[in-house]
T-cell receptor, first 115, second 115 residues
Framework: AQTVTQSQPEMSVQEAETVTLSCTYD???????LFWYKQPPSRQMILVIR??????QNATENRFSVNFQKAAKSFSLKISDSQLGDAAMYFC????????????FGGGTRVLVKP | DSGVTQTPKHLITATGQRVTLRCSPR?????VYWYQQSLDQGLQFLIQ???????AKGNILERFSAQQFPDLHSELNLSSLELGDSALYFC??????????????FGPGTRLLVL
């Protein structure tokens, strides 16, 4: 069974600084997708970024970028120029691209942004 | 706003009762997914429907059932409720069956409290 692990329960960052969230996953598959979701205090789940496992290039969305290391099964999220609105829970998620379309989530990392 | 709607937003009920949670997917989306977010279990996939048919099943209890109607809205029925069923229940939708990494868009969730 696929598992997703986020080893950092909480991370703190100064406004305008950079923070990196870790995520590792366990799978025997080669074709899959990885996602980072943000859950602010409103509890809404918001897609931040996605990565296709067959793509070597790391995904980037504005201030958010990932470091995807397929061999190490690692998928970290870097938030640059942190803003107060980035304060939230961040969940790493995995989905196998064939049958079984469920997202498997990690336990989450809470990001605190200090002004 | 993801375009996925869920009602009600909050629900308070007693143990042993039955409740129905409703989800309307984004316009044009054929797949609906249900997830449960609880303190002890984290975010878990429950079940997926695609165009009216059950597509994938996760950690859904036998006391829980779901269906997707011809107009594509979905309902999650929770019966014989226990204290441990208290959680945030999310509905998500995607365009098709969920293959090839298509994005799942989450609704705002229904917060269920069982007393």
């Amino acid at each position: 069974a696929q598992t997703v692990t986020q080893s950092q329960p909480e991370m703190s960052v100064q406004e305008a600084e950079t923070v990196t969230l870790s995520c590792t996953y366990d799978t025997s598959e080669s074709d899959y997708y990885l996602f980072w979701y943000k859950q602010p205090p409103s509890r809404q789940m918001i897609l931040v970024i996605r990565q296709e496992a067959y793509k070597q290039q790391n995904a980037t969305e504005n201030r958010f970028s990932v470091n995807f290391q397929k061999a190490a099964k690692s998928f970290s999220l870097k938030i640059s120029d942190s803003q107060l609105g980035d304060a939230a829970m961040y969940f790493c998620a995995y989905r196998f691209s064939a049958a079984g379309n469920k997202l498997t989530f990690g336990g989450g990392t809470r990001v605190l942004v200090k002004p | 706003d993801s375009g996925v709607t869920q009602t009600p937003k909050h629900l308070i009920t007693a143990t042993g009762q039955r409740v129905t949670l409703r989800c309307s997917p984004r316009s044009g989306d054929l797949s609906v997914y249900w997830y449960q977010q609880s303190l002890d279990q984290g975010l878990q996939f429950l079940i997926q429907y695609y165009n009216g048919e059950e597509r994938a099943k996760g950690n859904i209890l036998e006391r829980f059932s779901a269906q997707q109607f011809p107009d594509l809205h979905s309902e999650l029925n929770l019966s014989s409720l226990e204290l441990g069923d208290s959680a945030l229940y999310f509905c998500a939708s995607s365009v098709a069956r969920g293959h090839r990494g298509e994005t799942q868009y989450f609704g705002p969730g229904t917060r269920l409290l069982v007393l």
